[in-house]
């Protein structure tokens, strides 16, 4: 039976989904903002929502799984506490790169999806933008201001979270001292109140007109940030859903706001399951731009290291505690990855195939996946198979199952480590391969044995097979 830790309830409780007699779960993840690259500690959160994505699959669930992507509305002010005031990070971005707002979105979907395909995380359902989905977000709006949850300022329409009388439940903000949060606008009735449409500026002012804006009943302008979510959510998945995953600075605000929108909407319970992944430290030290230490995928691959050994290091530490980012760590990662992936090729030229796996083992995983996503757990018995006196082809059909959940990619060992090890193979070597190719298509197999002696002296074996000729650098 799985079990996960509830932020709503504050206790680990048994999952049941909203529909009891159902194998269906709906489950939302909050996306990236598409202004830059996602950095380490964004990922780890996405890594979450996918282990626990594999985990519900491999107890026989079908997820209806969806994430966003912030492409409007999410402004500056977010950073003190504040996310109705500031400049729209997408206007901001656009200004500094000189390129247009949708341009910036666009680049920087790009470049995440590429990040999340190199993390071998499994594709949303669906992979929904807020400027797809302006008309739901009116639509949600104007159901809150029919039912009186609303009010309007000069800038924009507020949500009236008086009106709601369990607001703020998932949060600590009953802990939050008035004012705590820096107040701007001294029209908000409730320095907790915040934004579901904001008012763009007109040319002529002193704040010039945005790249995006639409028309909506109030006026020209553009959503609420916490506004997408909920009516994204409720569209894909049902006003009631089972899961909803995202960082731990997205529960004193951003989250108590999506519920306290939705639930004064529907009057219905909006999730059952709420998820919050931990931050991520580099060094001991939070990150920041200021301190250069945010690390993007890029830096890392930059410095040799393959994207799934940050997956692995994720896996050492509970989602729910705060890990360590150090490159030795990272090293060692990427060294454990080399080890089960020389495993899983070496099981495989063996040619044997078990009939079944280690079931001890299997059983073993199960209870650590299902223990609120034990993965430290998981990885330790991973490792405990893999040292097991068990016949090698029995361990690798284990471990292929729990890669299932691991999603470490370790069924296409053999072709990372052929093409990692054709990478660095020298361009000298490469064309006397082909050469030899071209002796052996001739029938010329005395010259062709003569090169390949060759290619042995400088290092590097020759095997081949129906599959092709593979290169092999000798180890000295």
């Not at 282990?51 to 999410?74: A, K, P, S, W």
């Not at 995953?245 to 009057?267: F, K, W």
């Not at 080399?338 to 280690?358: H, M, Q, S, T």
Request: net charge negative.
């Amino acid at each position: 039976m799985l079990k996960l830790y509830n932020s709503l309830t504050r206790k680990i409780e048994e999952f049941t989904p909203v529909h009891p007699d159902s194998l269906n779960v709906g489950m939302y993840t909050c996306g990236p903002t598409v202004y830059d690259f996602a950095h380490i500690g964004n990922f780890r959160t996405y890594t979450t929502s996918d282990l626990l994505l594999r985990t519900l699959q491999y107890n026989g669930y079908e997820v209806d799984y969806v994430m966003n992507i912030t492409d409007v509305g999410h402004l500056t002010g977010d950073n003190l506490g504040d996310a109705d005031f500031g400049e729209d990070r997408m206007e901001k971005s656009a200004k500094k790169e000189g390129k247009s707002a949708w341009e910036i979105a666009a680049f920087y979907t790009d470049a995440f999806l590429k990040d999340y395909k190199a993390l071998n995380l499994i594709p949303p359902t669906h992979l929904v933008k807020a400027t797809d989905h302006i008309k739901e977000q009116i639509e949600l709006v104007k159901t809150l201001e029919e039912k009186g949850f609303t009010y309007q300022t000069t800038d924009g329409i507020y949500f009236d979270t008086t009106k709601l009388q369990d607001y703020g439940r998932l949060s600590n903000l009953d802990e939050i001292k008035e004012g705590a949060r820096m107040e701007v606008n001294q029209e908000k009735h409730n320095p907790r109140d915040f934004a579901l449409w904001k008012f763009s500026y007109p040319n002529g002012t002193s704040r010039p007109a945005r790249q995006m804006e639409w028309d909506s009943p109030w006026g020209v302008g553009f959503p609420g940030w916490h506004i997408e979510c909920s009516a994204m959510a409720m569209k894909y998945l049902g006003p009631s859903f089972d899961i909803h995953v995202g960082g731990v600075d997205l529960r004193e605000t951003h989250h108590p706001n999506e519920i306290a929108q939705s639930e004064a909407a529907t009057g219905k319970q909006f999730v059952k399951y709420w998820v919050h992944g931990a931050f991520i430290l580099v060094q001991g030290e939070r990150m920041s731009k200021s301190k250069g230490n945010n690390y993007k995928l890029y830096d890392l691959e930059k410095q040799g290291f393959d994207a799934i050994a940050l997956r692995y290091l994720y896996m050492q530490a509970h989602y729910r505690q705060e890990m360590n980012f150090s490159f030795p760590a990272l090293e060692a990662a990427q060294t454990s990855l080399n080890k089960l992936r020389e495993f899983v090729i070496r099981a495989e030229d063996v040619g044997e195939v078990p009939k079944i796996g280690c079931a001890e083992f299997e059983r073993r995983f199960l209870d650590a996946i299902n223990d609120d996503l034990n993965f430290p757990q998981a990885m330790a018995i991973t490792w405990e198979l893999i040292h097991s006196k068990y016949p090698n082809s029995a361990k690798l059909r284990s471990l292929l199952k729990f890669d299932k959940v691991l999603g470490l990619d370790l069924e296409n060992a053999q072709i990372i480590h052929d093409r990692e090890e054709a990478a660095e193979i020298p361009q000298e070597i490469k064309e006397m391969v082909n050469e030899r190719k071209r002796l052996r298509n001739e029938q010329d197999f005395k010259a062709a044995d003569q090169l390949r002696e060759k290619i042995k002296r400088l290092g590097y074996e020759l095997d081949d097979s129906e599959k092709g000729t593979r290169i092999k650098r000798i180890k000295r």
